[in-house]
C-alpha cells in the first residue's frame, strides 16, 4: 500500500507546502529571490516569487537596480496567490516608497505567517533601500510581520538603536517590537565572537548561538535566513522552533559557503545535498 510520502504509481504526489518570496533578484545568484528558492528547495517545500526589482549584481557589488512598476508586482502577487495559494510569505528587497507601500497593502489580505526581512543595503554597502522608502517599511509593513529578521544596521536604520556588543540587542529587540511584529529576529552577525541572534516577542525571548567560521563567502546570508524561517513557519513549525531550525541551516550553509568571481562568494544552500 502506498503512504503519503510515496503514491502509488500514477498518482499525483500530494503537494509541499507553498512559500512566497516577494524580493530582488540577484543577477549573481547568491541572494536576493534567486537564493530563497533554492533555501525553499534545499528545505522541502515549494518556492513561488513576484519579482519588485532586477539587480546587476556579482560578487564585487551591486552595480546597478531596477525597479518594476507596481501593476507588475500586484499583477504576480495576485497571479500566485488567487489560483496556487500559499502558507506563508517572505519579504525582502522593496527599493522604494511605492513598493513597500504596494506590497504592505497585498500582505494586509493575507490569513498566513509574513516574515519580514527589511533589506536595506548588500552585504558590499550598496544601498537596497531608498531612504524616502524607511518609513514605509516602518510604518506600514512591519506591523504586518509574523517574524521580522532585521540584522544591527538595519535595526539602525529603523530604529536608531546602535547596538556595540551582545547585551545591547535586547534594547534592539524592544526598539523593533514597538513598530509593530508580533516577533523580532535580532541577527547579531555584525558583531565580533560568536554569532548570536535574540528572537523576542516582549513577553518570552528565545537565544541562538553559532560557531563563527573562518568563511568570507557569506552573500545571501540574511535572505537565506528569512526564507528558511518562513518554510519552516509553512510546514507548521511555530515561531522558536521555525527560528531554531532556519539557524542551523543557515549555520551550514555560512560553513560551506564557496569561492565565486572575485569578492564574497555566497553560502551553499545545497550544503546537506553535498555531505
Same mark, same amino acid.
Given at each position: 500500500?502506498?503512504?503519503?510520502?510515496?503514491?502509488?504509481?500514477?498518482?499525483?504526489?500530494?503537494?509541499?507546502?507553498?512559500?512566497? /518570496?516577494?524580493? %530582488?533578484?540577484?543577477?549573481? %545568484?547568491?541572494?536576493?529571490?534567486?537564493?530563497? +528558492?533554492?533555501?525553499?528547495?534545499?528545505?522541502? =517545500?515549494?518556492?513561488?516569487?513576484?519579482?519588485?526589482?532586477?539587480?546587476?549584481?556579482?560578487?564585487?557589488?551591486? !552595480?546597478?537596480?531596477?525597479?518594476?512598476?507596481?501593476?507588475?508586482?500586484?499583477?504576480?502577487?495576485?497571479?500566485?496567490?488567487?489560483?496556487?495559494?500559499? !502558507?506563508?510569505?517572505? *519579504?525582502?528587497?522593496?527599493?522604494?516608497?511605492?513598493?513597500?507601500?504596494?506590497?504592505?497593502? $497585498?500582505?494586509?489580505? +493575507?490569513?498566513?505567517?509574513?516574515?519580514?526581512?527589511?533589506?536595506?543595503?548588500?552585504?558590499?554597502? &550598496? #544601498?537596497? $533601500?531608498?531612504?524616502?522608502?524607511?518609513? *514605509?517599511?516602518?510604518? @506600514? $509593513? +512591519?506591523?504586518?510581520?509574523?517574524?521580522?529578521?532585521?540584522?544591527?544596521?538595519?535595526? #539602525?536604520?529603523?530604529?536608531?538603536?546602535?547596538?556595540? &556588543?551582545?547585551?545591547?540587542?535586547?534594547?534592539?529587540?524592544?526598539?523593533?517590537?514597538?513598530?509593530?511584529? @508580533?516577533?523580532?529576529?535580532?541577527?547579531?552577525?555584525?558583531?565580533? %565572537?560568536?554569532?548570536?541572534?535574540?528572537?523576542? &516577542?516582549?513577553? !518570552?525571548?528565545?537565544?541562538?548561538?553559532?560557531? @563563527?567560521?573562518?568563511?568570507?563567502? /557569506?552573500?545571501? /546570508?540574511?535572505?537565506? $535566513?528569512?526564507?528558511?524561517?518562513?518554510?519552516?513557519?509553512?510546514?507548521?513549525?511555530?515561531?522558536?522552533?521555525?527560528?531554531?531550525?532556519?539557524?542551523?541551516?543557515?549555520?551550514?550553509?555560512?560553513?560551506?559557503?564557496?569561492?565565486?568571481?572575485?569578492?564574497?562568494?555566497? =553560502? &551553499?544552500? #545545497?550544503?546537506?545535498?553535498?555531505?
Amino acid at each position: 500500500m502506498a503512504d503519503s510520502a510515496h503514491p502509488a504509481p500514477g498518482a499525483a504526489a500530494p503537494a509541499p507546502p507553498r512559500v512566497l /518570496t516577494v524580493a %530582488g533578484s540577484d543577477s549573481g %545568484g547568491g541572494a536576493g529571490i534567486q537564493a530563497d +528558492l533554492k533555501t525553499m528547495l534545499a528545505l522541502g =517545500v515549494h518556492g513561488m516569487s513576484v519579482v519588485t526589482a532586477v539587480t546587476a549584481q556579482n560578487s564585487l557589488g551591486v !552595480q546597478g537596480y531596477w525597479e518594476l512598476p507596481a501593476e507588475a508586482v500586484r499583477a504576480q502577487f495576485r497571479s500566485v496567490v488567487d489560483d496556487i495559494g500559499l !502558507q506563508a510569505v517572505k *519579504t525582502g528587497m522593496l527599493a522604494s516608497a511605492v513598493l513597500a507601500g504596494t506590497v504592505s497593502d $497585498l500582505l494586509a489580505g +493575507l490569513d498566513v505567517p509574513v516574515v519580514v526581512d527589511p533589506v536595506g543595503v548588500s552585504k558590499h554597502g &550598496d #544601498a537596497l $533601500l531608498a531612504a524616502d522608502a524607511v518609513a *514605509t517599511v516602518r510604518e @506600514r $509593513l +512591519l506591523p504586518l510581520a509574523t517574524v521580522a529578521t532585521p540584522n544591527l544596521h538595519e535595526v #539602525a536604520q529603523l530604529t536608531g538603536v546602535r547596538v556595540e &556588543d551582545e547585551s545591547g540587542m535586547r534594547k534592539a529587540a524592544e526598539a523593533v517590537l514597538a513598530l509593530g511584529p @508580533r516577533w523580532v529576529l535580532v541577527k547579531g552577525g555584525h558583531l565580533p %565572537g560568536r554569532a548570536s541572534d535574540l528572537l523576542s &516577542d516582549g513577553a !518570552q525571548e528565545h537565544w541562538f548561538h553559532a560557531e @563563527r567560521y573562518d568563511n568570507r563567502h /557569506t552573500h545571501g /546570508t540574511g535572505c537565506t $535566513l528569512a526564507s528558511a524561517v518562513a518554510a519552516e513557519l509553512a510546514k507548521g513549525q511555530d515561531v522558536p522552533g521555525a527560528v531554531a531550525a532556519a539557524k542551523e541551516y543557515v549555520t551550514g550553509a555560512i560553513r560551506a559557503g564557496f569561492p565565486l568571481g572575485s569578492g564574497i562568494g555566497p =553560502v &551553499d544552500h #545545497a550544503w546537506r545535498q553535498r555531505r
